[in-house]
């Protein structure tokens, strides 16, 4: 069974850094890692995906300042988000699903879904 628990949410201020962790268990093989997030009164978007080989992938949005990575020993996936800036204020969630890879990876229906966790970015 899978199960995905974010948590490193928090307020911060522009320019600041935040990393979010989210806790991985029941996925192995062949997987597609993501994080989404959902600003206020705005649709879900995709924030980065890596892949079980290691690829990564990012929004237009976040290139440069975001870098997703996994810890197969501690079956963690990381986002490291570093210059932030207000307008990526969301709720942020970690997903998961058996795919091949992450190919599109942003219009896959990804099956599994954390809880969330909240960031906040001030000016």
């Known amino acids: 069974q899978v199960h995905l628990m974010e948590s490193g949410g928090g307020s911060v201020q522009a320019g600041g850094s935040l990393r979010l962790s989210c806790a991985v268990s029941g996925v192995s093989g062949s997987y597609c890692l993501a994080w989404f997030r959902q600003p206020p009164g705005k649709e879900r978007e995709g924030v980065a995906a890596?892949?079980?080989?290691?690829?990564?992938s990012y929004s237009d949005s976040v290139k440069g300042r975001f870098t997703i990575a996994k810890d197969n020993a501690d079956n963690t996936l990381y986002l490291q988000m570093d210059s932030l800036k207000p307008e990526d204020t969301a709720m942020y969630y970690c997903?998961?699903?058996?795919?091949?890879?992450?190919?599109?990876?942003?219009?896959?229906?990804?099956?599994?879904w954390g809880q969330g966790t909240q960031v906040t970015v001030s000016s």
């Open positions: 997903a998961a699903d058996h795919f091949r890879s992450c190919d599109e990876w942003e219009d896959l229906g990804f099956g599994y």
């Open positions: 890596i892949g079980s080989a290691g690829p990564t």
